[in-house]
């Protein structure tokens, strides 16, 4: 079979579906939400009302969905960088022009919004109603080390999605040796058992070594041959299974969060590499709403919490917090689908209006870092990878 590269229309599909893929993940992330950080009555269920509802919550795995996206990251980024023979560092120069241009601008704008979230959530929103996490963020002193340092993306308490944009930052770093190593295929091996051991480190879950194997296998996915097992769909589906479900067998195990994280990244790597290596073109992914909505996924990734924290304060001063804690399912749908409607709009005034013209303007001065070094040529020109790759 070959490569779904070498013909740009294949290529456009095939990144407008990991955009949609993007774009879905963020969405799980925020209805996750909506059903996770806050404490509500849960009446007793039994029989098949129980199993029922541990279906249809747990397919809201929030945690499967970022380490979904670190996959995709280290995919996309793979793509960007492998049309180059030689990492020069005029290259590696550009790579991170585009990378803080493509993350700094929405982080800075969400800060202040979270902040703001945080005022009202105090102020209307009495003690014990968030877990633990959240009501220890909610309680964190807003000054100017802290906002300083939010700032530079290394503090992630105003906003808790922060602590994954901390991650990618940490990889964008790492990312160009990273792939120059994925790329030697006699170096492979090596390089992802030192990752997996890096992965297994017992060091605590925010410092994010244990996605280093994610943005490794997912640099690995363009560059491997394109031959898949005749049976690549029926894996492709239990991958898509275990990345929903993993954390719901694995409940009770007592196993640190690292061992599902990993699982996860085996999962997510199965199921884009088959998406990559397969050339399927599944009609939802390459619907417009939904290529739209992975458009704007890193504004609603970043802004949902904050604008949950405002609907749920503002609901909960007018019809009153235990009355929303007292009906779970009813708040989390309905919880879900405002947040869902004011933050897309609001991502969707933040992309044309603050990312995309800075985006664009880090492409050019990348660009133009390139345009000076003769040797930082492509192999071959593959303008809609590089496009669509920077917005990861």
Request: aromatic share 10%; net charge positive.
């Amino acid at each position: 079979m070959s490569s779904v590269t070498e013909t740009s229309g294949t290529e456009r599909n095939y990144l407008h579906q990991l955009t949609s893929l993007r774009g879905v993940a963020c969405l799980v992330v925020l209805f996750g939400h909506a059903i996770q950080v806050f404490r509500y009555q849960n009446p007793q269920r039994t029989g098949a009302r129980a199993a029922m509802h541990d279906i249809v919550t747990y397919a809201f795995n929030a945690e499967a969905a970022v380490v979904l996206f670190f996959v995709l990251s280290g995919c996309v980024l793979s793509l960007s960088l492998r049309k180059y023979t030689h990492l020069t560092g005029r290259i590696v120069g550009s790579f991170y022009i585009k990378r803080v241009f493509r993350i700094y601008p929405l982080l800075w704008f969400s800060i202040g919004l979270a902040i703001a979230s945080m005022v009202v959530a105090r102020g209307w929103v009495g003690d014990g109603v968030f877990v633990g996490w959240l009501s220890r963020n909610l309680q964190t002193p807003v000054s100017v080390r802290n906002t300083v340092m939010s700032v530079a993306g290394v503090f992630t308490r105003y906003n808790g999605p922060m602590w994954s944009l901390r991650v990618e930052l940490m990889y964008s770093v790492a990312f160009p040796f990273l792939f120059w190593l994925v790329r030697a295929p006699r170096l492979r091996v090596v390089t992802l058992t030192g990752l997996a051991a890096i992965a297994l480190l017992p060091l605590p879950h925010e410092v994010g070594t244990v996605f280093a194997l994610s943005f490794g296998v997912g640099a690995l996915i363009p560059l491997l041959p394109t031959t898949l097992s005749p049976r690549h769909g029926l894996y492709a589906l239990l991958a898509l299974v275990v990345l929903l479900y993993d954390r719901y067998a694995l409940a009770g195990s007592g196993l640190p969060e690292r061992i599902p994280d990993m699982i996860e990244t085996v999962a997510a790597f199965i199921l884009i590499r088959d998406l990559y290596a397969s050339g399927r073109q599944y009609r939802v992914l390459l619907s417009r709403p939904v290529i739209a909505i992975g458009e704007l996924s890193y504004g609603i990734y970043l802004l949902h919490l904050p604008i949950m924290l405002m609907v749920f304060s503002v609901a909960g001063h007018v019809v009153g917090t235990a009355a929303l804690l007292a009906h779970p399912s009813l708040t989390q749908a309905g919880l879900g689908i405002t947040t869902v409607v004011l933050t897309t709009a609001l991502a969707a005034m933040t992309y044309n209006i603050l990312e995309l013209p800075l985006h664009n303007l880090g492409r050019r001065l990348g660009n133009a870092l390139l345009v000076q070094s003769p040797s930082a040529r492509p192999v071959s020109p593959r303008q809609g990878a590089d496009t669509h790759a920077s917005r990861v």
